[in-house]
């Protein structure tokens, strides 16, 4: 009988599973753990972030608990060790089948400093696709990856070589689910166009820098993946930890306990243009009743697009519930308004010119005209997470 017998509740909404993308039927939980603190070397020391294995193990152990189901990672990501903390936790618990892992090639992941020897595992060629492939099956204990990204457009490798060489792996049951990162939208849409012209795999989902304070991929990206009905997998939407309060940034100054200093910032504490966003921020948090200003900038993101799913990094499992509250923001049209000119975005020519396409432009388009609306994206409601009887 236990096909009839219905599913135990989520612990959370993490657990409230979505579809990936109009082309990838596979369900993941709303939000993605990035890996890229998970793991243990000398990262730590340019203020990247490191775990020990133990912290590691019970960071996954929460994100499971709570439902979550969606990890990413890449074979460089601390010299390595992301992939293999994550293979050996998912074999230890006996769960690699009910995870969907993402991982990327095209950065080195060939941690001695020989010139040569590492040209054989960078770019977007069809031998740095292989070697990484074999690498990362290998560190993550299994026998197939769930998604695999090209990490970033390396101008050498041609569109061609590199859709041809993806999809023979993905023939091969080697990978299910094929992503990009860090490129141009222009070659992604030529890249999934040569695809389906071909008979070959697009892309399925997107990964790309994207927050209240970073909003550049509302020029060309975010339009190509609503169109393309791909996924979008936004990193650094907590800003690198700069979205705090007022209050809470004191009580640092005064603990000495500070903030996050990666090498490209200039100060762990926040400039002027960082402040206002903040405040715009919790004035909306307190609008919706929410507890922290993040969840409000994790929803605020989950609201542009039909299918979008963050990478939230973090090395405390407090950090990952503290942020599940995200989940139940729903966020006006009026409030998304008022968080978009905190940091307003020049769209650039012909953007502000032609407009977004959810209005008809004025001083173009003459005649009266009704406006198709667009898909939005997933709400937040009140439907209990357990499976139903029939």
């Known amino acids: 009988m236990a096909l009839f017998t219905p599913s135990e509740q989520p612990a959370s909404k993490l657990g409230h599973l979505r579809q990936l993308s109009k082309r990838a ?27 020990t294995k133990e912290s590691s193990f019970k960071l996954l152990d929460a994100f499971w608990e709570q439902g979550g189901n969606f990890l990413d990672t ?11 903390f994550i293979g050996e936790w998912a ?9 969907v892992i993402a991982t990327k090639y095209s950065s080195n992941r060939f941690c001695e400093p020989h010139s040569v020897k590492r040209a054989a595992y960078t770019g977007n060629s069809s031998k ?53 990162s860090d490129t141009p939208a222009w070659i992604v849409a030529r890249a999934n166009e040569y695809a389906r012209q071909t008979g070959k795999t697009p892309f399925s989902i997107y990964q790309t ?51 996050r200093h990666m090498p490209w910032m200039t100060s762990w504490e926040r400039t002027p243009e960082e402040k206002k966003v903040c405040d715009a921020l919790d004035k909306v948090r307190a609008e919706v009743g929410a507890k922290s200003l993040t969840s409000v900038a994790i929803a605020y993101v989950l609201h542009k697009a039909p299918f979008v799913f963050p990478v939230i990094g973090g090395r405390k499992p407090e950090q990952i519930i503290a942020n599940i509250e995200a989940l139940d923001i729903s966020l006006t049209d009026e409030q998304i308004a008022f968080l978009d000119t905190a940091k307003p975005l020049d769209p650039g020519f ?41």
Request: net charge negative.
């Open 25 to 51: 039927g596979v369900h993941v939980s709303p939000f993605q753990l990035g890996g890229m603190s998970i793991g243990e070397s000398p990262w730590a020391s340019v203020g990247m972030g490191s775990m």
């Open 350 to 390: 012909p953007n502000f010119m032609i407009g977004d396409g959810t209005s008809y432009p004025a001083g173009l388009i003459w005649s009266t005209l009704t406006k198709t609306p667009r898909a939005g994206p997933i709400r937040p409601n009140k439907v209990p997470a357990a499976s139903k009887t029939f």
């Open 209 to 259: 820098a994207y927050s209240i304070m970073e909003r550049s991929a509302e020029r060309e990206i975010i339009p190509l993946i609503r169109d393309e009905g791909m996924a979008l997998a936004p990193f650094g939407v907590l800003c690198g930890g700069k979205l705090r309060s007022d209050e809470e940034e004191e009580k640092r100054k005064k603990s000495g306990e500070k903030g």
């Open 74 to 84: 890449a074979g460089n990501y601390q010299d390595n060790t992301s992939e293999q």
């Open 128 to 180: 740095a696709l292989k070697t990484t492939i074999e690498a990362s099956l290998k560190d993550l204990r299994t026998h197939y990856i769930d998604i695999l990204y090209l990490h970033w457009w390396d101008w050498d490798t041609s569109i061609y070589e590199v859709m041809d060489a993806l999809h023979g792996y993905v023939q091969r049951g080697v990978v299910l689910y094929l992503g990009i």
């Open 91 to 99: 074999e230890a618990r006996g769960i690699r089948d009910h995870l």
